[in-house]
């Protein structure tokens, strides 16, 4: 008896120590096993690619001592509907064909031991233009026209078509989302937005009109040699200036000075010679158009009706 229960407690602490080394066993195999999981790194996880081409590349961590990766790419976060399955041998990335239509993405990397989180992302093209400033066959009393249309977050330019409805086309590149052009008078304009990023065009805007009136009541001033046209005269909400062609109205401010002697600074946009002068805070009467640049001081008389 006395044998028999002096060895019980060796017994027991040789167990004891079998589980421990058991247990560690197993910890350290399972922290083995994650280490075979690849990380996805290009593109980023839920990111969006703006125009990024016809194809992208895919890339992922690679794992010591693994050579070989299953890549799985789908339309769908079931990875049933499979876009590419393709084995990849020493090398941790892919060129994926993504075509030009904006699409979400699903994908993943295998070891064969273990498999990525599955990754997601989306493609965005050029897409159609949505006009701001509808004309809609206004006639408009200045010929310097301002065309807006809504930002395209894929678009890196935009291409305005101008047109008189016949053969005669005008296209302008602009790299924002607004552009001012001088029309012709008496014809009625027609004018479209598409959008371009590096994978092509996105589909044109719908079509706008605009016509310019007829030129009426021009003042035409001879100052210190230099040829101005004023009009119209009297003007309501809009004063044109054509300064001559080696002028350039943003060289300029512009105010004018009512009979008090009060100077009221204008709101002016600018098309290389020729400013459009805003008017639509002043009174009706006789003003002075005061213009000024850095070496050149005029003055010219105006009417607001």
């Known amino acids: 008896m006395k044998n028999s229960l002096?060895?019980?407690?060796?017994w027991s602490f040789a167990a004891l120590a079998f589980t421990v080394a058991t247990l560690c066993c197993l910890a350290s195999t399972e922290v083995r096993a994650s280490s075979y999981q690849p990380a996805l790194v290009y593109p980023a996880n839920h990111g969006i690619l703006y125009c990024p081409g016809t194809s992208i590349?895919?890339?992922w961590t690679g794992i010591d001592g693994m050579n070989t990766y299953f890549v799985d790419v789908a339309s769908?976060?079931?990875m049933t509907h499979h876009l590419l399955q393709k084995v990849v041998q020493f090398d941790t990335s892919i060129s994926l064909s993504i075509g030009t239509t904006a699409s979400t993405f699903y994908w993943t990397v295998s070891t064969g031991v273990e498999t990525s989180p599955i990754g997601v992302f989306d493609t965005q093209f050029a897409a159609k233009v949505?006009?701001?400033s509808i004309y809609g066959g206004v006639e408009l009393p200045t010929d310097l026209v301002h065309f807006v249309w809504v930002a395209d977050p894929a678009a890196q330019r935009y291409t305005l078509e101008l047109s008189n409805g016949a053969e005669s086309k005008v296209d302008t590149v602009v790299s924002g989302?607004?552009?001012s052009l001088v029309l012709p008078r008496q014809q009625m304009m027609y004018w479209k937005v598409r959008s371009e990023c590096s994978a092509g065009y996105g589909e044109w805007s719908l079509v706008d009109s605009v016509r310019v009136a007829p030129l009426v009541n021009e003042l035409r001033y001879t100052v210190n040699d230099a040829q101005i046209s004023v009009y119209p005269q009297p003007a309501h909400d809009?004063?044109?200036v054509a300064l001559p062609d080696n002028f350039r109205s943003e060289d300029f401010s512009y105010s004018v000075v009512d009979?008090?002697?009060?100077?009221l600074p204008l709101q002016a946009l600018h098309s290389d010679n020729t400013a459009q002068?805003?008017?639509h805070a002043l009174s009706p009467g006789c003003y002075t158009l005061r213009m000024e640049s850095a070496t050149k001081l005029m003055h010219l008389m105006i009417s607001i009706r």
Do not use: F, Y
């Open 6 to 10: 002096a060895i019980r407690p060796q």
């Open 57 to 59: 590349t895919l890339r």
């Open 76 to 78: 769908d976060a079931a």
């Open 130 to 132: 949505q006009l701001s």
């Open 177 to 179: 989302t607004e552009c």
């Open 238 to 240: 809009v004063l044109v």
């Open 259 to 263: 009979l008090l002697g009060r100077a």
């Open 277 to 279: 002068l805003l008017l």
